[in-house]
Nanobody, 125 residues
Framework: HVQLVESGGGSVQAGGSLRLSCVASGNFYRSSCMGWFRQAPGKEREGVASAYTAGDSTYYADFVKGRFTISQDNAKNTVYLQMNSLKPEDSAMYFC???????????????????WGQGTQVTVS
């Protein structure tokens, strides 16, 4: 049974920071591409960052480079998204996604990921 559970969302003022966490259950975590996506109301879901759990590869969307950092704690089957210098346009539902046996190709597209969490809301005012 595969499950992804996100946490860490909330409301913050512009310029502030949040750290999202995604805990993965199941045996798939090793050698998986773990991604963060976001979706604002009326907009398509877009890739934010991704990381390959069996290596050092990380990828970021241009609009978060230098502000967001994806990291992982393999002992805890957890991937994080540290978000700094938040802007109102970063407001969205943030989703964790995973695909076993995939080493990531950029931030990926929605169709690249097999498993999804329920999302955590981030609001920047």
């Amino acid at each position: 049974h595969v499950q992804l559970v996100e946490s860490g969302g909330g409301s913050v003022q512009a310029g502030g920071s949040l750290r999202l966490s995604c805990v993965a259950s199941g045996n798939f975590y090793r050698s998986s591409c773990m991604g963060w996506f976001r979706q604002a109301p009326g907009k398509e879901r877009e890739g934010v960052a991704s990381a390959y759990t069996a290596g050092d590869s990380t990828y970021y969307a241009d609009f978060v480079k230098g502000r967001f950092t994806i990291s992982q704690d393999n002992a805890k089957n957890t991937v994080y998204l540290q978000m700094n210098s938040l802007k109102p346009e970063d407001s969205a539902m943030y989703f964790c996604a995973a695909t076993p046996g995939f080493s990531c190709v950029g931030t990926g597209s929605v169709s690249d990921f097999h498993y999804w969490g329920q999302g955590t809301q981030v609001t920047v005012s």
